[in-house]
Antibody, heavy 127, light 111 residues
Framework: QVQLMESGGGVVQPGRSLRVSCAGT????????MHWVRQAPGKGLEWVAA????????NYADSVKGRFIVSRDTSSNTMYLQMDSLRPDDTAIYYC????????????????????WGQGTPVTVSS | QSVLTQSPSVSGAPGQRVTISCTGN?????????VHWYQHLPGAAPKLLIF???YRPSGVSDRFSGSRSGTSASLAISGLQAEDEADYYC???????????FGGGTRLTVL
């Protein structure tokens, strides 16, 4: 069955960087677009970033544009989120999610539902 | 403030039917973009309940149903059970933001 496993979360000081990972198993990872979604303490779900099935296209929420970069490694079935210039309001649980649309890129990836999610990895930005 | 508006909370007794609404505008739901719904239990991964407005993934109970009309969408849960107590989120696409949007979430309490 489809499994997504996030890792790499932790405590980091404001202004520093952190990279979180998402490993996918149980499906053909390179056939599907992927997303990052976060949930700050006491808040709702917030979409963060998306990457097309082939890694050629990325989209970002305005709140992270210019600071976060999403990428994927086809050889290891892993997606990454490089987070730079971290701020306290980036504190959240970061979830990765799989689109339900094969070979999606750009807008179709952003319109599709997320049929599988990981358990999340916590990121705390604090001095 | 979320672009998609959901009531913060809803409640119902076991066996009853509740409806959770999700209101958008002409740049998202009103533009015809699909709405998806998720159930989120504390400490767990969110779970897809309804996709493309009114379709249930395999394995999701038929007690859950969805609809979309105009600039709004709704999730209905019939035959409420204690295990339905969770947070529920709607999701769509917004053309003015060029991105994915979620509702603020609705906490369902089973009395």
């Amino acid at each position: 069955q489809v499994q997504l496993m996030e890792s790499g979360g932790g405590v980091v000081q404001p202004g520093r960087s952190l990279r979180v990972s998402c490993a996918g198993t149980g499906f053909i990872f390179n056939d599907y677009g992927m997303h990052w979604v976060r949930q700050a303490p006491g808040k709702g779900l917030e979409w963060v970033a998306a990457i097309s099935y082939d890694g050629r296209h990325q989209n970002y929420a305005d709140s992270v544009k210019g600071r976060f970069i999403v990428s994927r490694d086809t050889s290891s079935n892993t997606m990454y989120l490089q987070m730079d210039s971290l701020r306290p309001d980036d504190t959240a649980i970061y979830y990765c999610a799989k689109t339900d649309l094969k070979y999606c890129s750009k807008t179709p990836c952003l319109q599709s539902s997320f049929d599988s999610w990981g358990q999340g990895t916590p990121v705390t930005v604090s001095s | 403030q979320s672009v998609l508006t959901q009531s913060p909370s809803v409640s119902g007794a076991p066996g009853q039917r509740v409806t959770i609404s999700c209101t958008g505008n002409s740049a998202n739901i009103g533009a015809g973009y699909d709405v998806h719904w998720y159930q989120h239990l504390p400490g767990a991964a969110p779970k897809l309940l309804i996709f493309n407005n009114n379709y249930r993934p395999s394995g999701v109970s038929d007690r859950f149903s969805g609809s979309r009309s105009g600039t709004s969408a709704s999730l209905a849960i019939s035959g409420l059970q204690a295990e339905d107590e969770a947070d529920y989120y709607c999701q769509s696409y917004d053309s003015s933001l060029s991105g994915v949007i979620f509702g603020g979430g609705t906490r369902l309490t089973v009395l």
